[in-house]
Every structure is written in C-alpha cells, then in structure tokens.
C-alpha cells in the first residue's frame, strides 16, 4: 500500500482511534469494494444528485478502509467509480432522473491484453533515475 494514501485523520483522539470508522458504515459497502475489482458493478440511483452523494461517501468509506488498514483497502484503491451516467431511460440527461454510477477496477483485461499487444511486458516499472 502506498504511503501516500495513508493519512491520519486531524480529529483523532486516543479513544476514537480505537474505533473502527468503517464500521458505521452497511457493510455492503466495503463488500462491493471487494466485489467490484473482478466484476464491474452498476448502481442506480433515481437522480444525478443521489449518485454524485453517494460517490462522495464511497470516496470517503475507500480512504476510512485505508486509514484504518482494513483487509479490503488494498483492492478499494485498484477501484473506481465511473458517473454518475444518464439511464436508458433519460438519455438527455436531466438532474432529476435517473443516473447510475459504476465500480469496477482501473484496470481491465481487455486493457492490459492491448499493452501486451503493443510490446508492453509486465515487468516492474523504472526507477524514476533510470
């Protein structure tokens, strides 16, 4: 894990640093984090704003996860969330209808199959001085 994504919340004190975070939230949540790396998952919501929120919140449950060094943090970071998108069903895109978001990894197989294609092996990256 990066040392960068680690950071320590500024209200932390002794006690609420024994309290996991992550723990207020539906546990669903962090399972879809888990899920979402090996299977792209679409959620709708029935506006832009709905979804936009609820964008935020899994942003900020994906950091909490990290925080906290919870066993799902390592996949939630090789995540992300696309949208929010206009449904079928609204395809001129109005604020007040229906929007859907998806969570599925940054990196696709189809992705990874063209970098092999073109030359690209997976091997480590340089070092920066290289």
Not at 48 to 54: D, E, F, L, N, V
Not at 97 to 114: C, P, S, Y
Request: glycine fraction near 6%; include cysteine.
């Amino acid at each position: 894990m990066s040392n960068l994504a680690i950071r320590k919340p500024l209200s932390m004190t002794k006690e609420a640093s024994k309290v996991s975070r992550t723990a207020s939230y539906d546990q669903r949540w962090l399972i879809l984090w888990r899920d979402a790396y090996n299977n792209a998952v679409r959620l709708d919501f029935p506006t832009r704003a709905s979804a936009t929120t609820q964008r935020h919140a899994m942003y900020r449950l994906r950091q909490e996860m990290i925080d906290e060094g919870h066993p799902f943090a390592e996949v939630a970071l090789r995540c992300k969330i696309s949208g929010p998108v206009p449904t079928e069903d609204n395809p001129n895109g109005e604020t007040f209808k229906g929007h859907f978001l998806i969570v599925r990894a940054k990196e696709t197989r189809e992705g990874l199959d063209a970098l092999e294609k073109a030359g690209y092996v997976d091997r480590p990256a340089p070092s920066l001085g290289d």
